[in-house]
């Protein structure tokens, strides 16, 4: 008998049939003699609907009120999830996230979790309930209703399954798991079947949809396991933990890319102390932007040129902040390129293979691709080259790294009555 979290996300939800399919898979799970904990995420798309609802409304909403909206989403999914599993015959009980003991700090709209008490959760399981926790929201020590940031009820799953110290956190998705890269980039891509949490966070924060960084990170730091598999298939997903240092591991385990970043040239900045950090104080404290890869080139004459990547989201201040700092420091001029694509490999056994990066680049060379930027951490080598041949370099480096699967990724979005009525045709 082992207690085990399960998260479903908005799409596993999004209709009553799918809310009857999860509540079966939950009700399973505890005949089987399991203690169950479902997160639910709001149906379907009704979280944007209610950004929508908002801002039509008032585009600066208070965000305060924001959070009382949005969390309204996930309180009409766990009551709905609980009565579909009280008509299958169980005992269910839903929680909101102050009655589920999520105590966040005041920081609407993109709180952090401070504590978790499970005391009434434990007290349900005790009883032989199955608990149905809202995702995404919590608590502040006013008493006021927060929210976790978009996405977030990935952490709210695994900060319960820390709190309750679960054997597993699972996370239902649309998707079957992690894959060596996104299959509908690259049909060839393989489900990776165990992954490390650093590997993981690498994936996640290189733009990596499946699983959030955020609740890679928690889950690191509490040892929780994850499980990121499809709601919609019995099929085991992939399995996030800590990996034995003393295996052999993976040389490359994915790759990932992201095509939501410009890259900014400042040219001709005069090369002298503390010109970079006013350039990028500008950038943190004027324009409030998050600043990713940074290049600055050797200095020729004086003057140097100062790269880097920062998402299409925060172009528009860091123009602005980036014509006053030219003004000010005398540089030349500012260039931004908006269509460039970030393309990462990760592995954990580069840490102890000598050669991946001179591979990784002469593979794109091969390829005809060209590289702007490059930058490393221990387990990942990142390159910014065109969007438009991302395709070729995420194909050619997925071959060469030896990631191609034999069997040619088909999506799969059936729910079980759908996957049942289509093997009974085949029949
Ligand atoms: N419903 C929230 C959102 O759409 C939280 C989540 O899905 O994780 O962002
Ligand atoms: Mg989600």
Redesign the pocket.
Known sequence: MSLIVAKF??TSVATPQRIVNVAQRLVDYSTQGHHVVAVV??MGKS?DDLVALADELNPNAPARELDVMLST??LVSMSALAMAIEALGHKAMSFSGWQAGMLTDSGHTKAKITEVKTDRLIQALKSGYIAVCA??QGIDPLGDITTLG?????TTAVAIAAGLHADVCEIYTDVDGVYTVDPRLDPRARKIDEIGYDEMLELAGCGAGVLQARCVEMARTYGVVIHCRSAFSNEPGTIVKELDDTMEQAIVSGIAFDKSEAKVTIRDVPDNVGVAARVFSAMADDAHANIDMIIQNLSENGQTDISFTTPLADLARVRETGEKVVEELGAREMVVDESIAKLSVVGAGMRSNPGIAAKMFQTLADNDVNISMISTSAIRISVVIKADELERAVSCLHTAFGLDSDDLFEETMLSREELAAKAAKGR
């Open positions: 996300g908005g995420s709001a979280t989403g996930e995702g995404f978009r996405g977030g009820s990935d």
